[in-house]
């Protein structure tokens, strides 16, 4: 499956799904294609950002410490 986002000729703009680039060109070619909005059938895909997924951010270390101690012997400011 890939998403487009997609505009027609009056300037609305949304988004759908197509099973592959091919079947866009498809449906796009025989007018199969209609903006939600207003109907028409003049349907363009609009320069897309690509979707890159980027590494998961690193937790943050416990303040606990800071902030008066911590009794959890598994917490690691503990380790220290």
Known sequence: MIKYTLQC???HVFEDWFASSSKFDELSAN???SC???G???ITKTIMAPNVASAPAAAPA???AAAGGCSNMGCPAMQG
């Open 36 to 38: 939600p909005q207003c």
């Open 62 to 64: 416990p303040s606990c």
């Open 9 to 11: 000729n009056d300037g």
């Open 31 to 33: 007018h199969e294609l």
């Open 40 to 42: 028409s059938t003049e």
